[in-house]
């Protein structure tokens, strides 16, 4: 009898502890998950990770208390916060209608880094030796083509230098003009705020080209219809709205000034979709039409072994005013002309 209650006491008390929450078959070391979210905004997109939680999981649903609603409430509001922010800075429109580059750093090597810190204390030749040295990307051109570009440049330095086109070739260019204005004009927000970081001493704006390159062939037949002539700013190329191949909302910095040397290496023509050269070459030919001060104006345009770059040259920059060329860069010298927005006979 003892024996029989004691064995009856012992089923109680195990049955007690299968039923029990605490000893419940779901509590186990694997069920130990956790529902935790983190939001990173880095500069390229918003991460979510997902860890596991350390609080039990129960199959039960239990009723949500007001403190779990507010703080879901809050981490949506903080989400959806840093996510609009996001789009923000990537989307930032100057009031000249520019693209802005994201105002997000871009992230240098150790090399890189070594060099943009020389700018501040060292002469700009020895840095921009320094990075060539050791620098793994080279210029776009040859030597025969830069030579030829380096001689204007040293008989004209100190000189108003315009570059269209950001290339791994642009602190070199920025060098052979010491003391003088050089300026580059690119298409890619990205690409520009990272040269710039590489290379602080570098003046550069990121602009939009309206062309399409597919489009080459009917622009080239119609600019007699559509461009030219007088316009609200007085300029041949600013505000000149009607007209597609004109460059007409530049930084003013652009207009302001008369160049002695347009170097054109951009923006990218080599596939239907790309904005071509059109624009560049046409606009390039108006402001040295239009110089205002003594003097000519070089020309120099790379890539002419693509048709495009060899139409829109004979057409505006004009095959009497070439003096010279190398390999795929040909050299023009153009003077000004007493109305430059008349181009009703064409350039040449």
Partial sequence: MPH?????????H??????????????????????????????TNMQALIFRSSQPFHKKKHPSTPNSRL?????????????????????LIDPNNHCIPSTTAVRLTDSESAIATQFDDTPLTLVT??????ALA????????????????????????LVFGLGHDSLMWDSFNPRGTTLFLDEDPKWTLSSIQRFPILRAHTVRYPTRLADAKTLVTSYKRDCGGATPTGHALK???????????????????????????????????????MAVIYSAAMMARGRRKSGVTHVFLHDVDREVEKQY?????????????????????IPPVVNASDISHGFC
């Fill in 313 to 333: 040259a004979r057409e505006f920059l004009c095959m009497k005013y070439r003096i010279g060329g190398i390999r795929k860069l040909w050299h023009f010298v």
């Fill in 14 to 43: 195990l049955h007690a502890s299968l039923t029990s929450p605490s000893h419940s078959l779901l509590h186990s070391p694997s069920a130990d998950s956790r529902n935790f979210l983190h939001i990173s905004n880095t500069p």
């Fill in 71 to 91: 703080l879901t409430l809050l981490a949506a509001t903080l989400a959806t916060t840093l996510f609009l922010l996001f789009l923000f800075r990537h989307t």
């Fill in 129 to 134: 030796i320094l990075h060539y040295a050791t």
């Fill in 138 to 161: 080279l210029p776009q051109q040859i030597k025969g083509e830069i030579r030829r570009a380096f001689d204007v440049l040293q008989s004209l330095a100190p000189c108003n230098f």
């Fill in 239 to 277: 505000g000149d709205w009607r007209c597609m191949l004109a460059l007409s909302n530049l930084p003013n910095d652009v207009y302001d000034r008369d160049w002695d040397v347009i170097m054109i290496d951009g923006p990218r023509g080599y596939f239907p979709a790309a904005p071509g050269r």
């Fill in 4 to 12: 029989l209650l004691l064995q009856q006491r012992a089923s109680l």
